[in-house]
């Protein structure tokens, strides 16, 4: 299945009074880099969150933000630490003693201070299973998206390859003429000279520069690469590699047609195969 590499998607889930908020965006990449984005709750997960990215995901820069948010509710409860509270009081009472003046502080003084409140903990067991839960879920939605964007550029690509192929077969019929033409102008040329050729020489140049000028076998090699181009496409294992190879290949081959071409037709064709070889690569850096 051709999936593109460019995608995202979110989600968020509810424990309790807290809301975990999942989002997965990536771009084009020549392999898969994965980057976790995690609050302080949740690194002891991380190595398990990469593992179940690595396993769906092939290529692709991708990262993975996770938001830790405390809801406000209604009627709001403070977990206060007693135990700092005593021991910043003893603290308070033995730095007055050396004073000269004591200083008074209010209750909302003391419950500014670090470590007094405290909010409610979260059994890791449920804490882990929730934001994994969380991960799946908005990484099957992400991979639908993906795959939405690839079935849009393996329709693109497979209208490009039937193209070249039209472009092909325009170049086969026009290269019979080509040598037509040549051979003309050069009787032409002798002519004008006014000097008796010889035609024996005469045959053997135009039968040297015929095979000089002969494309047939490119051509092959093009139709060749854009058959293999369709069949990859049908394969349901990443191709992004391999496709990008088949565009160098293809490449190749218009621009050994551009070198041959001698007329104004077929060095028309050969820009246009070349123009239809780098819209296509340019899709395949974001194929998977």
Do not use: W
């Not at 037509?180 to 040329?189: A, S």
């Amino acid at each position: 299945m051709i999936r593109s590499m460019t995608a995202y998607a979110g989600n968020e889930v509810s424990i309790g009074d807290i809301t975990l908020n999942c989002e997965l965006r990536s771009v084009n990449h020549r392999y898969c880099d994965i980057t976790l984005k995690l609050p302080d709750h949740l690194r002891f997960i991380e190595t398990d969150l990469r593992t179940l990215l690595a396993a769906k995901i092939n290529r692709g820069k991708v990262e993975c933000s996770i938001s830790y948010k405390k809801q406000a509710q209604n009627k709001q409860s403070f977990n206060v630490n007693m135990e700092a509270v005593a021991a910043l009081l003893e603290a308070t009472e033995q730095i007055e003693q050396q004073m000269q003046a004591s200083l008074s502080f209010s209750a909302l003084d003391v419950l500014a201070f670090p470590n007094i409140t405290q909010e409610p903990s979260i059994d890791k067991l449920i804490l882990k299973d929730e934001a994994t839960q969380l991960v799946n879920i908005t990484l099957e939605k992400f991979l639908e998206v993906r795959g939405r964007e690839g079935a849009q550029l393996k329709v693109l690509i497979e209208e490009r390859c039937i193209k070249i192929q039209g472009y092909s077969v325009l170049a086969a019929k026009r290269m019979p003429e080509v040598l037509l033409l040549i051979r003309t102008k050069l009787k032409d040329k002798i002519d004008e000279l006014q000097v008796q050729p010889d035609f024996d020489r005469l045959e053997q140049e135009l039968v040297f520069l015929a095979q000089k000028l002969d494309i047939t076998e490119e051509l092959d090699r093009l139709d060749t690469h854009i058959i293999e181009v369709l069949r990859v496409l049908k394969e349901k294992e990443p191709v992004g590699r391999r496709l990008d190879f088949l565009m160098q290949e293809l490449n190749r081959e218009a621009n050994t047609l551009s070198s041959k071409s001698t007329d104004k037709e077929m060095t028309s064709i050969a820009i246009e195969l070349k123009v239809l070889i780098e819209q296509m690569r340019e899709q395949i850096q974001n194929i998977e």
